[in-house]
């Protein structure tokens, strides 16, 4: 073949396409099948075609496209197989975690990758899923942000912030809405100490850690099972006062060793409570400032009136009194006698032969009595007990009383109702024998300041309430008033159920007994541990005798002789019920009262006997239906008998008696074996700061009342035990004394003794102011009469005679002359007088007989001469014996001796 094409040219120099397509054709020389060639036009796909298959390209597409189908076969059921694997896994325990499809992961070098297992659904526990939690490895030295730290130092930093567990917030800085300044979070969470903040195995532990971060009060939180074990650690917990916003936290908790847990929502403690001295508790005092200008002012009892722990004599309780005399009665002089002794007890005061110390200047064995009754006191503060308790015995209150009224000026006496001391055990040595801070001592001191402090309400005796300003300042309670509620009956107690008859029990002599059930009242109280209940029931036989049983013998600290409560006779001869009581010291035997109401006759369970009993502080009542008069049919039924209604009183008097939280119990002769019945019980409980009474946030913590400073009593005071120091003393016994009225009783001047005057001259007796007329002495009265005794001859000593305006009056009497022998005669001019001997004018005794004809005046020849100065006689009146001349004034008798040298 030539190298040109047919007109000559070289092929060489044909051009150069520089694309072709399959369907363009190219020249080139064909072998035909003879075996020839020639030169044809080869379209471009056919030399593709041919090249391809020369090259077995065909069969090897063929095989790879048969190889790809088999392998995207094989994946997708890998794909499947391993998306059904997965998705099986998704969510469980030891399972996979889903990245979504923005979420990209490269794990490297030891990364690696962990799940936290899904918890299912428990209880009240919600399911929780699984969690996907990557390691990721990373150099320490790496920093972080723009701060140049360090990625250990960030761990760190990360390891104690908020989030952390066991964390603090030091770290974390935030502003609160509308402040102005940013603080940690850790301050601002300090604010406010919780329990729950401390560590403990127990809600005691983790309560005395609380008291000893010494914030001052600390947060129960709500919900808080407050359980405390009542331990003596828990007892000197004792610097904080606790609150929480859960009243049930308050109501609910146990064993806390005076430290009680209060309301948020209570106010604040009261600083002043009414008065309990008044002038009507101060008239001897009285009497010495009209007369004398002067009022000896003494305090005699244990060492809280003495000196004690104080720093200095001034800071102690009765001086405090002796300036409110001072203030409230100016112008008087107030003359202060301390004769308190430390560590004594009311049998001390009352022996004969305690011996007075030497500071008291005692003439040579004197008595401690003798010694402070020779100071002559017009008002006396008598303050025992602490150191009585638990043995304290009422016989030596009453001792001590009549002691006093012994005297021939009778002082006004006043009570110092003592306080409690503190819960804490952390006392000083040597206190610790005293046990002040025992459960034991303290219920001892509830029912013995109870009984104090009943007696003097009892008995008409002022008194210093100190246990109650205590009360309320460190134990957020006042324990004057109380409320009560409801008993439910409750099966298996002595209160099974209400309106149906429950026998009683039986002793060896016939008597029945029912004691108050273990049973919690609506609000918490148990019967069995009250100080105030009310009972209404009726009994289906009469008793012989029916005692109300307040504090049976022996129980609680108390020394007594008899029950205390009330007696009541249904078997009286006069056939009318009579009743008595006992305070512990008096014989209910020996103050029987009848009443007007007959004793129920034709008993039964269809008429019974039906009575109310009730015992609320110091008084006490008792009720029992009888038929009306006017209406004879009633009788007391559904709801009235809940209450009493219609009921007659047997008696409702005030008397001493305990106030610790107790078990009262009912006693009735005769009837063992018989039936009671029972409408309503309801009880309270007012040794406690529980929700039978009012209930306050304190003022202070117990440890600040009582501590001392550096173990040093002369700095502030105080002993850890029963001393307050001077801090506690202001808070609460000043304030005690400064809530009372010392203004003493006021007096008007006697017109008896003011006016009348003796004269022996030629027999005259004066009355009054003399005239001018010689030998007449005249009685001046509001109605414009005069009387007067003439002496001198005729009708001396015989008449009285009647003057108006300087002259007799002739229609008074027999031309003015009246005769002291008449028996009545009224004037007309003003009120009656009674002439018969003794003469009495204007309300008072005169006191005079004459007789005419020796013109000799007796004064009461026939009448006994005073036997002690409280003996019944009139003011003014006048009597004689060999010894002594006697005087009556403002209720009592004064006598002069009369010179027995002189003869």
Same mark, same amino acid.
């Not at 005092?285 to 000896?296: L, S």
């Not at 040597?430 to 001592?441: C, I, P």
């Not at 009888?626 to 209406?631: E, L, M």
């Given at each position: 073949?030539?190298?040109?094409?047919?007109?000559?040219?070289?092929?060489?120099?044909?051009?150069?396409?520089?694309?072709?397509?399959?369907?363009?054709?190219?020249?080139?020389?064909?072998?035909?099948?003879?075996?020839?060639?020639?030169?044809?036009?080869?379209?471009?796909?056919?030399?593709?075609?041919?090249?391809?298959?020369?090259?077995?390209?065909?069969?090897?597409?063929?095989?790879?496209?048969?190889?790809?189908?088999?392998?995207?076969?094989?994946?997708?059921?890998?794909?499947?197989?391993?998306?059904?694997?997965?998705?099986?896994?998704?969510?469980?325990?030891?399972?996979?975690?889903?990245?979504?499809?923005?979420? &990209?992961?490269?794990?490297?070098?030891?990364?690696?990758?962990?799940?936290?297992?899904?918890?299912?659904?428990?209880?009240?526990?919600?399911?929780?899923?699984?969690?996907?939690?990557?390691?990721?490895?990373?150099?320490?030295?790496?920093?972080?942000?723009?701060?140049?730290?360090?990625?250990?130092?960030?761990?760190?930093?990360?390891?104690?912030?908020?989030?952390?567990?066991?964390?603090? #917030?030091?770290?974390?800085?935030?502003?609160?809405?509308?402040?102005?300044?940013?603080?940690?979070?850790?301050?601002?969470?300090?604010?406010?100490?919780?329990?729950?903040?401390?560590?403990?195995?127990?809600?005691?532990?983790?309560?005395?850690?609380?008291?000893?971060?010494?914030?001052?009060?600390?947060?129960?939180?709500?919900?808080?099972?407050?359980?405390?074990?009542?331990? @003596?650690?828990?007892?000197?917990?004792?610097?904080?006062?606790?609150?929480?916003?859960?009243?049930?936290?308050?109501?609910?908790?146990?064993?806390?060793?005076?430290?009680?847990?209060?309301?948020?929502?209570?106010?604040? #403690?009261?600083?002043?409570?009414?008065?309990?001295?008044? +002038?009507?508790?101060?008239?001897?005092?009285?009497?010495?400032?009209?007369?004398?200008?002067?009022?000896?002012?003494?305090?005699?009892?244990?060492?809280?009136?003495?000196?004690?722990?104080?720093?200095?004599?001034?800071?102690?309780?009765?001086?405090?009194?002796?300036?409110?005399?001072?203030?409230?009665?100016?112008?008087?002089?107030?003359?202060?006698?301390?004769?308190?002794?430390?560590?004594?007890?009311?049998?001390?005061?009352?022996?004969?032969?305690?011996?007075?110390?030497?500071?008291?200047?005692?003439?040579?064995?004197?008595?401690?009595?003798?010694?402070?009754?020779? &100071?002559?006191?017009?008002?006396?503060?008598?303050?025992?007990?602490?150191?009585?308790? +638990?043995?304290?015995?009422?016989?030596?209150?009453?001792?001590?009383?009549?002691?006093?009224?012994? &005297?021939?000026?009778?002082?006004?006496?006043?009570?110092?109702?003592?306080?409690?001391?503190?819960?804490?055990?952390?006392?000083?040595?040597?206190?610790? !024998?005293?046990?002040?801070?025992?459960?034991?001592?303290?219920?001892?001191?509830?029912?013995?300041?109870?009984?104090?402090?009943?007696?003097?309400?009892?008995?008409?005796?002022?008194?210093?309430?100190?246990?109650?300003?205590?009360?309320?300042?460190?134990?957020?309670?006042?324990?004057?008033?109380?409320?009560?509620?409801?008993?439910?009956?409750?099966?298996?107690?002595?209160?099974?159920?209400?309106?149906?008859?429950?026998?009683?029990?039986?002793?060896?002599?016939?008597?029945?007994?029912?004691?108050?059930?273990?049973?919690?009242?609506?609000?918490?109280?148990?019967?069995?541990?009250?100080?105030?209940?009310?009972?209404?029931?009726?009994?289906?036989?009469?008793?012989?005798?029916?005692?109300?049983?307040?504090?049976?013998?022996?129980?609680?600290?108390?020394?007594?002789?008899?029950?205390?409560?009330?007696?009541?006779?249904?078997?009286?001869?006069?056939?009318?019920?009579?009743?008595?009581?006992?305070?512990?010291?008096?014989?209910?035997?020996?103050?029987?009262?009848?009443?007007?109401?007959?004793?129920?006759?034709?008993?039964?369970?269809?008429?019974?006997?039906?009575?109310?009993? !009730?015992?609320?502080?110091?008084?006490?009542?008792?009720?029992?239906?009888?038929?009306?008069?006017?209406?004879?049919?009633?009788?007391?039924?559904?709801?009235?008998?809940?209450?009493?209604?219609?009921?007659?009183?047997?008696?409702?008097?005030?008397?001493?008696?305990?106030?610790?939280?107790?078990?009262?119990?009912?006693?009735?002769?005769?009837?063992?074996?018989?039936?009671?019945?029972?409408?309503?019980?309801?009880?309270?409980?007012?040794?406690?700061?529980?929700?039978?009474?009012?209930?306050?946030?304190?003022?202070?913590?117990?440890?600040?009342?009582?501590?001392?400073?550096?173990?040093?009593?002369?700095?502030?005071?105080?002993?850890?035990?029963?001393?307050?120091?001077?801090?506690?003393?202001? @808070?609460?016994?000043?304030?005690?004394?400064?809530?009372?009225?010392?203004?003493?009783?006021?007096?008007?001047?006697?017109?008896?003794?003011?006016?009348?005057?003796?004269?022996?001259?030629?027999?005259?007796?004066?009355?009054?102011?003399?005239?001018?007329? +010689?030998?007449?002495?005249?009685?001046?009265?509001?109605?414009?009469?005069?009387?007067?005794?003439? +002496?001198?001859?005729?009708?001396?000593?015989?008449?009285?005679?009647?003057?108006?305006?300087?002259?007799?009056?002739?229609?008074?009497?027999?031309?003015?002359?009246?005769?002291?022998?008449?028996?009545?005669?009224?004037?007309?001019?003003?009120?009656?007088?009674?002439?018969?001997?003794?003469?009495?004018?204007?309300?008072?005794?005169?006191?005079?007989?004459?007789?005419?004809?020796?013109?000799?005046?007796?004064?009461?020849?026939?009448?006994?001469?005073?036997?002690?100065?409280?003996?019944?006689?009139?003011?003014?009146?006048?009597?004689? @014996?060999?010894?002594?001349?006697?005087?009556?004034?403002?209720?009592?008798?004064?006598?002069?001796?009369?010179?027995?040298?002189?003869?």
């Amino acid at each position: 073949m030539s190298g040109t094409t047919q007109s000559g040219t070289p092929i060489t120099a044909l051009k150069v396409a520089t694309t072709i397509a399959a369907t363009d054709n190219v020249l080139g020389v064909v072998k035909n099948p003879d075996g020839t060639q020639e030169a044809q036009q080869v379209p471009v796909g056919v030399i593709g075609g041919a090249v391809s298959e020369a090259a077995g390209i065909p069969a090897a597409v063929q095989a790879a496209e048969n190889a790809a189908t088999t392998a995207q076969a094989a994946s997708d059921a890998s794909y499947k197989n391993a998306t059904q694997a997965m998705n099986d896994k998704l969510g469980v325990a030891g399972g996979a975690a889903q990245l979504d499809s923005k979420a &990209q992961l490269l794990l490297q070098g030891e990364s690696s990758l962990a799940i936290t297992p899904a918890t299912a659904a428990s209880g009240t526990t919600p399911a929780t899923p699984a969690k996907l939690k990557p390691l990721l490895p990373l150099d320490e030295t790496a920093t972080v942000g723009n701060g140049g730290n360090t990625l250990g130092d960030a761990v760190s930093q990360a390891a104690g912030a908020v989030q952390a567990t066991g964390g603090d #917030a030091s770290k974390t800085i935030s502003i609160a809405k509308g402040a102005t300044a940013p603080r940690a979070l850790s301050d601002r969470q300090a604010d406010i100490v919780s329990v729950a903040d401390f560590a403990g195995t127990t809600v005691t532990e983790q309560f005395i850690a609380a008291d000893k971060s010494g914030r001052g009060k600390i947060t129960i939180p709500a919900g808080t099972d407050l359980a405390l074990d009542g331990s @003596d650690d828990l007892s000197a917990a004792n610097h904080s006062i606790p609150v929480t916003d859960d009243k049930t936290v308050v109501n609910g908790q146990t064993n806390n060793r005076g430290n009680y847990v209060h309301w948020s929502a209570y106010g604040s #403690a009261p600083d002043t409570f009414n008065p309990t001295v008044g +002038p009507e508790h101060l008239k001897q005092a009285g009497i010495a400032a009209r007369d004398n200008g002067a009022v000896i002012f003494m305090n005699v009892g244990d060492s809280i009136g003495a000196i004690a722990s104080d720093p200095c004599e001034i800071a102690v309780y009765p001086n405090a009194i002796v300036e409110m005399l001072k203030r409230d009665n100016p112008g008087v002089k107030i003359d202060h006698r301390n004769m308190a002794i430390g560590g004594t007890h009311w049998s001390d005061f009352i022996n004969p032969n305690y011996g007075a110390p030497d500071w008291q200047d005692p003439k040579s064995g004197e008595s401690w009595q003798s010694c402070c009754a020779r &100071q002559n006191p017009d008002v006396v503060i008598l303050h025992f007990l602490g150191n009585d308790i +638990p043995n304290f015995s009422p016989a030596n209150v009453y001792s001590a009383v009549n002691f006093w009224k012994s &005297q021939e000026k009778v002082p006004d006496i006043i009570f110092g109702v003592t306080y409690r001391p503190s819960y804490s055990n952390a006392v000083d040595p040597g206190e610790s !024998e005293l046990t002040y801070y025992t459960e034991a001592w303290q219920r001892a001191f509830q029912a013995s300041v109870g009984w104090l402090k009943t007696y003097c309400q009892a008995n008409g005796f002022g008194y210093i309430d100190f246990d109650r300003y205590v009360a309320s300042a460190r134990d957020g309670y006042d324990p004057e008033d109380v409320a009560l509620s409801m008993v439910p009956a409750l099966a298996g107690t002595s209160l099974p159920s209400y309106e149906n008859w429950l026998e009683l029990s039986s002793d060896n002599y016939a008597n029945g007994k029912w004691e108050m059930p273990h049973a919690p009242s609506a609000v918490g109280t148990y019967a069995d541990e009250c100080t105030d209940a009310s009972l209404a029931f009726d009994l289906d036989a009469i008793p012989g005798t029916f005692i109300v049983a307040l504090n049976p013998m022996g129980n609680d600290g108390l020394n007594i002789t008899f029950d205390c409560g009330v007696y009541v006779w249904f078997d009286d001869a006069s056939g009318f019920i009579t009743w008595s009581y006992s305070d512990g010291v008096i014989d209910p035997n020996t103050n029987k009262q009848t009443t007007n109401i007959p004793i129920p006759a034709n008993v039964s369970q269809s008429n019974p006997v039906r009575m109310c009993v !009730e015992a609320v502080g110091a008084r006490v009542r008792v009720r029992v239906f009888t038929p009306f008069t006017n209406n004879p049919s009633w009788y007391p039924n559904y709801p009235l008998f809940y209450y009493g209604t219609g009921l007659a009183t047997v008696c409702d008097i005030l008397m001493a008696r305990p106030l610790d939280a107790r078990q009262y119990s009912l006693t009735m002769s005769q009837i063992g074996g018989k039936n009671i019945k029972f409408h309503r019980i309801c009880v309270g409980d007012r040794s406690r700061p529980g929700p039978d009474v009012h209930r306050y946030v304190p003022s202070t913590p117990c440890y600040d009342l009582y501590s001392e400073i550096d173990g040093n009593v002369q700095l502030i005071g105080g002993s850890n035990a029963y001393h307050m120091n001077s801090q506690g003393v202001r @808070d609460t016994q000043w304030r005690a004394v400064r809530d009372q009225v010392w203004r003493v009783y006021s007096y008007e001047q006697n017109p008896v003794l003011q006016t009348g005057s003796f004269a022996g001259t030629n027999g005259n007796f004066i009355l009054g102011k003399p005239t001018t007329a +010689p030998g007449s002495y005249l009685w001046y009265d509001n109605g414009g009469l005069n009387i007067a005794i003439q +002496p001198g001859s005729g009708s001396a000593g015989t008449y009285l005679m009647a003057y108006t305006n300087g002259g007799l009056d002739s229609t008074i009497g027999q031309g003015g002359y009246v005769s002291i022998s008449d028996k009545f005669y009224t004037f007309t001019h003003f009120t009656s007088h009674l002439f018969n001997k003794t003469v009495n004018i204007c309300g008072n005794t005169l006191g005079v007989a004459v007789d005419g004809e020796t013109k000799t005046v007796y004064l009461n020849p026939p009448t006994a001469a005073p036997a002690s100065p409280t003996d019944g006689g009139n003011n003014g009146e006048v009597r004689i @014996d060999d010894n002594y001349l006697y005087i009556c004034r403002d209720g009592k008798w004064r006598r002069i001796a009369f010179d027995t040298t002189w003869s």
